[in-house]
């Protein structure tokens, strides 16, 4: 029943159910972080984001003074609580003590303490009636209200205008193009020899290229900062790129290998028959060929290297001029607003944009390049 023509095998629609799954993993928080970054931090305090297109409902307080008007011995204040307030939208509740601030309903009128009564409307008016004169003090009045959703760009004009912003999102492009380039051109040469030239330890050298797959990168931070300050390079732009190429070369020589590995063995020895060498081979045929897996790993190197907090912190200058967006956002925003996430949504949401356009624009090579060697 399997192999008849039209009929899916289970397997397919399970496939399709986890993709589905995993796409809606990664759009959610996505979506909600992107939603934040238009909202203020009381809106987000007060409703979580899948709420942010419908009115919330929030607890205001004010005082009912002015001057009374004398009807029938009885003295009347009217007014409105939306008075000088602005984005209060229909009143559900009021109350007069801090206990219950929202036990009555808008429109119902209640006793007041001390003699009197008060109503207020869902429009916001009020009316009180007192038998004595009321004090100029004012009685205090708690209500209930729909605030409609409000939305602004103003948490992306303070970070994207925001002082070192614009010369540290220079600074993650100065580190990641040359840190996504270097490893590249080195793996690629590597790849190659380890493919298809044989020489004596060839073996061995790849089982090194997949032990190092599994190293930590924090064990080799100090040491290869230790080397950096001895042979000159120090904290500097040159130092971040070559400890980018070297933690990404045993991932990038690895894909590039397998899928070089992969190409049609007649194309290489018809290409050596016709007297072309093995740099002609590489430049002319297999580089050509590997474009996918290339573009596979660029795609893993630079969104590594543009979220990347840790390797920058340790082989980039101090000084603010330097740093990366990733810094200036841990160390600048999350340190002086460290309440404010509307300012760190949207920090947040512009430090992956790039990443996602990039993603979005190779992704149709990372399949492609990542099933390399897979298949024969």
Partial sequence: MENIAGHKPALTWVTRICVLVLVILWLVPTVGLFVSSFRDRDDISASPWWQAPFPTEQTSAARISGEPALVDDVYVLTGNLKDGEEGIGKITAFGVSRSDPTGIVAGEETELRGGGTLVVNADGSYEMRTPEEPSDKGQRVYFAAEVPPEFTTDNYERVLYSNGMAQAFINTFTVTIPATVIPILIAAFAAYALAWMQFPGRGLLIAGVVGLLVVPLQLALVPLLRLHNDIGIGQSFVGIWLAHTGFGLPLAIYLLRNYMVG??????????????????????????????????????????????????????????????????????LLGSRGGDWGILATAAFVSIAVPIAVFFLMQRYLVRGLLAGSVK
């Fill in 263 to 332: 190409l049609p063995k007649d194309i290489i020895e018809g290409a050596k028959v016709d007297g072309a060498t093995d740099f002609q081979i590489f430049t002319r045929i297999v580089l050509p060929l590997s474009f996918p897996a290339l573009a596979s790993f660029a795609i893993f190197q630079f969104l590594w290297t543009w979220n990347d907090l840790l390797v920058a912190k340790v082989f980039l200058p101090s000084d603010s001029g330097s740093w990366v967006m990733t810094r200036k956002i841990a160390d600048d």
